[in-house]
Every structure is written in structure tokens, then in C-alpha cells.
């Protein structure tokens, strides 16, 4: 069964200092999230592409955090600076289209901010 | 009020039994249902989605119940396998994105 692809699988980084995550999603699944976990809570969307635009990215704190699909394939996440708070799963997921169909998710990034 | 809301549980049961959630969502114009489940940090797997006329894969059985807004998750026959957080997720027509529940802890005892 194809994957959705993640890394790093776990990151450890000091606050202030940048981060970034990878994803490849499932080939063909136009539509890729970037979601935001932390224990004990649901996702949370921070931003949704369809291809290579951005759908919806009201949730993302765009003061730290970037996210980009240039080719509307792979996408990378940034946060600049890295605050305590964003200590969390990120988890990223496509679907074949938006809302209707289900999310599949990778295994995640967990991000410790120190 | 919350797009979608769960009992946090914890749900702790004997293996062999019978054991429910239901999830409620504020959205009547919701569309799309789906129950996920997620083991201790790991991500998010697709159990089964949520038609309108209910559905059933083996152990598990889901129903839709449009009057009330709200799904529910029946598990029989409950396994040690079974112990993980079932997330409720919903689809709202017009929102572009899935909407999930804080999600329910089942642990299943011996």
C-alpha cells in the first residue's frame, strides 16, 4: 500500500533556532495537509495545498511558521524561530480531493523544542 | 462550540465486551464522516467511514444519526488489540478540510 513519507521521524532542537519537515505525499493525491498534534488533543490543521497552491492556512502562526508545495508534489514546513510551545506531532496527510475523501497520514515529525 | 466533540473517556473494558462512542457534530450541512484510530504516538489510521444508511466491518459497526448530528463507533467482542484513541472526524459541505474530534481513549483489560 503506497505512503505518505515523512522525516525527520523525531527532532530535537534548541528554541530559536529554525526547523523544517519533510513530505512526500501518496502518489497522485492532489491534496496535501500539514497537521499539528499535541498530547491529548486532535489534529489541528495548520495548512491544507491543493497542488502546488495554498487552500486554507488560517490556522498557521505565519509570523514563525512557512509552508510550501512548489511543484505541487513533495512540501516542505518551516518554523523560524522554534518557541517551546511548538513542541508537538506534525503530521502530514493527502487525499485524492478536498474534504470527501480520507486523510492518510505519515508517521509524523515529533518536534521537542528545548 | 466546537465542530466536533467527543467524550475523552477514558473507556476501560473487559476483553469480549461490547463497548460504544459516540462523537457529535454543530455542523448540520456536514457531509463526510469518518472514524480513525491512533495508537500511543503514532499517526492517525483510517478505521472505516460513515454511511448514511450505517456500516459494518467486522467487529466494528458505525451509524450516522443526521436529527441528532451525531456518529457513533460500536466495537463487539473487544480485543487487548482494540486499546488505542478512536478519533471522530467530519467533513463540513463548504469547508475545504476534515474536522477531528479530541478523541476517545479505549484501554481494553484482560
Known amino acids: 500500500e503506497a505512503e505518505v513519507a515523512q522525516s525527520p521521524r523525531y527532532k530535537i532542537t534548541e528554541k530559536s533556532q529554525a526547523v523544517a519537515f519533510w513530505c512526500d505525499p501518496i502518489s497522485g493525491h492532489a491534496t496535501l495537509y500539514w497537521y499539528r498534534q499535541i498530547l491529548g488533543q486532535g489534529p489541528e490543521l495548520l495548512v491544507q495545498f491543493q497542488d502546488e497552491s495554498v487552500v486554507d492556512d488560517s490556522q498557521l502562526p505565519k509570523d514563525r511558521f512557512s509552508a510550501e508545495r512548489l511543484k505541487g508534489v513533495d512540501s516542505t514546513l518551516k518554523i523560524q524561530p522554534a518557541e517551546l510551545g511548538d513542541s508537538a506531532m506534525y503530521l502530514c496527510a493527502s487525499s485524492q480531493d478536498r474534504g470527501n475523501s480520507p486523510l492518510h497520514f505519515g508517521n509524523g515529525t515529533r518536534l521537542t523544542v528545548t | 462550540r466546537k465542530e466536533v466533540e467527543q467524550d475523552p473517556g477514558p473507556f476501560n473494558v473487559p476483553e469480549g465486551a461490547t463497548v460504544a462512542f459516540n462523537c457529535t457534530y454543530s455542523n448540520s450541512a456536514s457531509q463526510s464522516f469518518f472514524w480513525y484510530r491512533q495508537d500511543c504516538r503514532k499517526e492517525p489510521k483510517l478505521l472505516m467511514s460513515v454511511y448514511s444508511s450505517g456500516n459494518e466491518d467486522g467487529r466494528f459497526t458505525a451509524q450516522l444519526n443526521r436529527a441528532s448530528q451525531y456518529i457513533s463507533l460500536l466495537i463487539r467482542d473487544s480485543k487487548l488489540s482494540d486499546s488505542a484513541t478512536y478519533l471522530c472526524?467530519?467533513?463540513?459541505?463548504?469547508?475545504?478540510?476534515?474536522?477531528f474530534g479530541t478523541g476517545t481513549r479505549l484501554t481494553v483489560i484482560p
Open positions: 472526524v467530519v467533513n463540513r459541505y463548504g469547508a475545504n478540510n476534515l474536522f
